[in-house]
């Protein structure tokens, strides 16, 4: 970090702004000769005010501790590069939400369909009252276990809620209200199939 660089821009832009050193000095609270150590190339601005300094200067932290503004093609190269960042988040955080709803999907509709094998079995075999139970218990831990997996989504999105990854997010959203509504029409499938087997119970 070429600290004599950085002390020569600091220089520029406040002679760009019309200040004296008193005057920078005033306006962020500190004294005049920390003002001309740093100009002078005797150390930067410190981790808890470079960030004021640079917004006083209209500059980012970036451009201060290189001592020099960015290009336009610069800025425009940082702006993709930050973009891809936050578009690589997305995708991160869409995976690991898909992800972990697939897991509470596949689990749900397994146990939904295994009561439902188990109690057309136990309904032929043993006793149809066990089989219209099992029916009723895979139904509701089915639906038990899709209301924790959007609980999870929620709770997965609010943490990674900031303005950026905001596109990514609603995309998410709408991923995983479309699983939702294939599970309510498989469940919907389901229960039809049960009251057609409980029918063929009473009537057996």
């Not at 136990?122 to 009252?129: Q, R, S």
């Not at 596109?167 to 998410?172: F, H």
């Not at 469940?187 to 199939?193: D, Q, S, W």
Request: net charge neutral; aromatic share 8%.
């Amino acid at each position: 970090m070429d600290t004599i660089k950085i002390g020569e821009f600091l220089k520029a832009l406040r002679k760009a702004k019309g200040y004296t050193q008193e005057e920078v000095a005033n306006q962020l609270v500190l004294s005049p000769k920390t003002i001309s150590r740093w100009e002078n190339g005797i150390g930067i601005p410190d981790i808890n005010i470079i960030s004021a300094v640079a917004d006083f200067y209209d500059v980012t932290v970036d451009e201060l501790l290189k001592g020099e503004r960015y290009t336009e093609k610069q800025l425009q190269l940082s702006e993709q590069t930050s973009k891809l960042k936050n578009d690589n988040k997305v995708k991160v955080i869409m995976n690991n939400v898909i992800h972990k709803y697939n897991i509470y999907f596949i689990s749900s509709l397994s146990i939904i369909g295994g009561t439902l094998l188990l109690a057309i079995i136990f309904g032929f075999t043993i006793n149809e009252v066990v089989a219209i139970f099992l029916m009723f218990l895979g139904v509701v831990i089915g639906g038990v276990i899709i209301i924790i997996a959007n609980s999870e989504v929620k709770r997965i999105l609010t943490d990674n809620n900031e303005e950026c990854l905001e596109e990514g997010i609603k995309k998410t959203n709408r991923e995983i209200r479309r699983r939702n509504v294939l599970f309510l029409d498989l469940l919907v499938v389901t229960i039809i199939i049960e009251l057609i087997t409980f029918n063929i119970f009473l009537i057996s």
